[in-house]
């Protein structure tokens, strides 16, 4: 993702323990496994402002996610825990963006990986929304962004 970030105060936190499922032989979680802990953040994240999954199918849409970037800074490992911050992303566009940070539980100013995502709004049908559709207005009203 090469635009700027406008990043603003909507943001969630939630502890997530590494499984032994998600390791390696060597008890290092595998990369992929980073794509579920995202997805645990924006669940978090949604749950949280009303704007889940499920909250978007009801409103008629689908938002699936087009673009994840992720990088990662450590190796996380069978027994540890950690919090997935998701921060919200202001955009103009009709589209859903979030900032990530995966920090370490016992030490949160030791970051893990750091990720963004982009979804996009379907309408049940499979078309594209090019446009903001009128419950993500409101949304976007109601938390002043």
């Given amino acids: 993702m090469k635009e700027k970030l406008n990043i603003t105060s909507l943001t969630e936190t939630v502890e997530v323990n590494i499984r032994f499922s998600e390791t390696d032989p060597m008890g290092i979680v595998w990369h992929g496994n980073y794509l579920k802990y995202l997805e645990d953040g924006r669940e978090a994240f949604g749950a949280k402002y009303g704007i889940g999954y499920m909250d978007i199918y009801k409103q008629g849409f689908a938002a699936p996610l087009v673009e994840i970037d992720i990088k990662y ?67 976007k009203r109601k938390y002043a962004v």
């Fill in 73 to 139: 800074k450590k190796s996380l490992r069978y027994g540890e825990s950690i919090l997935i911050e998701t921060k919200y992303v202001h955009d103009d566009a009709a589209k859903i963006i979030f900032s990530y940070k995966v920090m370490n539980l016992k030490k949160p100013e030791e970051i893990i990986a750091t990720a963004n995502s982009i979804q996009v709004f379907l309408d049940l049908k499979g078309e594209l929304m090019l446009t903001n559709p009128q419950f993500y207005q409101e949304w």
